[in-house]
Protein backbone atom coordinates (compact mmCIF):
# COMPACT_ATOMS: atom_id res chain seq x y z
CA UNK A 1 0.00 0.00 0.00
CA UNK A 2 0.90 3.77 -0.34
CA UNK A 3 -0.01 6.53 2.07
CA UNK A 4 0.34 9.74 0.92
CA UNK A 5 0.54 12.37 3.78
CA UNK A 6 0.10 16.32 2.86
CA UNK A 7 0.83 19.55 4.72
CA UNK A 8 0.83 23.08 4.33
CA UNK A 9 -2.56 23.92 4.01
CA UNK A 10 -4.32 26.98 5.99
CA UNK A 11 -6.16 30.36 6.10
CA UNK A 12 -4.61 33.06 3.62
CA UNK A 13 -5.26 36.76 2.69
CA UNK A 14 -6.55 36.98 -0.79
CA UNK A 15 -3.26 38.41 -2.81
CA UNK A 16 -1.38 35.91 -0.81
CA UNK A 17 0.94 32.60 -0.96
CA UNK A 18 1.00 29.11 0.17
CA UNK A 19 2.65 25.75 -0.17
CA UNK A 20 1.66 22.46 -0.43
CA UNK A 21 3.68 19.25 0.20
CA UNK A 22 2.92 15.65 -0.16
CA UNK A 23 5.14 12.85 0.30
CA UNK A 24 4.33 9.33 -0.43
CA UNK A 25 5.57 6.48 1.76
CA UNK A 26 5.04 2.73 1.77
CA UNK A 27 6.14 0.19 -0.81
CA UNK A 28 6.62 1.88 -3.67
CA UNK A 29 8.37 0.53 -6.87
CA UNK A 30 8.01 3.23 -9.20
CA UNK A 31 5.53 6.69 -9.49
CA UNK A 32 4.20 7.58 -12.83
CA UNK A 33 2.72 10.89 -11.70
CA UNK A 34 2.24 12.99 -8.62
CA UNK A 35 -0.43 15.99 -8.26
CA UNK A 36 -3.52 17.62 -6.74
CA UNK A 37 -6.75 18.09 -6.92
CA UNK A 38 -9.53 20.61 -5.20
CA UNK A 39 -12.67 19.90 -4.33
CA UNK A 40 -15.03 23.13 -2.90
CA UNK A 41 -18.28 22.89 -0.80
CA UNK A 42 -20.70 22.00 -3.20
CA UNK A 43 -18.75 21.28 -6.37
CA UNK A 44 -16.88 18.08 -7.66
CA UNK A 45 -13.44 17.33 -7.45
CA UNK A 46 -11.57 18.90 -10.03
CA UNK A 47 -7.48 18.50 -11.17
CA UNK A 48 -5.43 21.50 -10.47
CA UNK A 49 -1.76 20.49 -11.17
CA UNK A 50 -0.31 17.24 -12.00
CA UNK A 51 3.50 16.45 -12.71
CA UNK A 52 4.60 12.90 -14.33
CA UNK A 53 7.93 11.37 -13.64
CA UNK A 54 9.59 12.77 -16.63
CA UNK A 55 8.99 16.62 -15.21
CA UNK A 56 5.80 17.19 -17.36
CA UNK A 57 3.42 19.32 -15.91
CA UNK A 58 -0.49 20.13 -16.96
CA UNK A 59 -2.25 22.68 -14.87
CA UNK A 60 -5.67 23.58 -14.94
CA UNK A 61 -7.18 26.77 -16.45
CA UNK A 62 -8.10 28.72 -13.31
CA UNK A 63 -4.40 28.39 -11.78
CA UNK A 64 -2.22 28.83 -14.59
CA UNK A 65 0.20 31.57 -14.36
CA UNK A 66 -0.20 31.76 -10.33
CA UNK A 67 0.31 27.99 -8.88
CA UNK A 68 3.43 26.06 -10.20
CA UNK A 69 3.88 21.98 -9.09
CA UNK A 70 7.36 20.31 -8.54
CA UNK A 71 8.96 17.26 -7.56
CA UNK A 72 11.35 15.51 -5.91
CA UNK A 73 11.58 12.07 -6.93
CA UNK A 74 14.13 10.82 -4.87
CA UNK A 75 12.00 12.16 -2.07
CA UNK A 76 8.63 10.91 -3.44
CA UNK A 77 7.30 14.19 -2.80
CA UNK A 78 5.22 16.85 -4.43
CA UNK A 79 4.78 20.26 -3.98
CA UNK A 80 2.12 22.78 -5.16
CA UNK A 81 3.46 26.87 -4.71
CA UNK A 82 0.31 28.35 -4.63
CA UNK A 83 0.51 32.43 -5.16
CA UNK A 84 -1.58 35.91 -5.99
CA UNK A 85 -4.40 33.52 -3.84
CA UNK A 86 -8.39 33.98 -4.81
CA UNK A 87 -11.48 33.20 -2.39
CA UNK A 88 -12.47 30.82 -5.63
CA UNK A 89 -9.17 28.81 -4.38
CA UNK A 90 -10.72 28.32 -1.00
CA UNK A 91 -11.05 24.30 -1.41
CA UNK A 92 -9.91 21.03 0.31
CA UNK A 93 -6.97 20.34 -1.72
CA UNK A 94 -5.85 16.08 -2.46
CA UNK A 95 -2.68 15.28 -3.32
CA UNK A 96 -2.95 12.14 -5.36
CA UNK A 97 -0.44 9.85 -7.20
CA UNK A 98 -0.21 6.75 -9.60
CA UNK A 99 2.22 4.66 -8.34
CA UNK A 100 3.09 0.95 -8.91
CA UNK A 101 3.97 -1.35 -5.74
CA UNK A 102 5.77 -3.82 -7.78
CA UNK A 103 6.66 -4.36 -11.65
CA UNK A 104 2.66 -4.95 -12.34
CA UNK A 105 0.97 -3.73 -10.26
CA UNK A 106 -0.25 0.02 -10.15
CA UNK A 107 -2.70 2.19 -8.57
CA UNK A 108 -4.53 5.65 -7.57
CA UNK A 109 -4.02 6.75 -4.52
CA UNK A 110 -5.55 9.75 -2.37
CA UNK A 111 -4.33 11.79 0.87
CA UNK A 112 -6.68 12.74 3.63
CA UNK A 113 -6.97 16.58 2.26
CA UNK A 114 -5.51 19.72 3.19
CA UNK A 115 -7.72 23.09 3.74
CA UNK A 116 -6.95 26.14 2.11
CA UNK A 117 -9.23 29.22 3.08
CA UNK A 118 -9.14 32.76 1.28
CA UNK A 119 -10.16 35.53 2.96
CA UNK A 120 -11.22 38.26 0.28
Known amino acids: QVQLVESGGGLVQAGGSLTLSCTAS????????MGWYRQAPGKQRELVARITSGDSTNYADSVKGRFTISADNAKNTVYLQMNSLKPEDTAVYYC??????????????WGQGTQVTVSS
Open 26 to 33: GVIFSITT
Open 96 to 109: NTYAYTDSFRGGSY
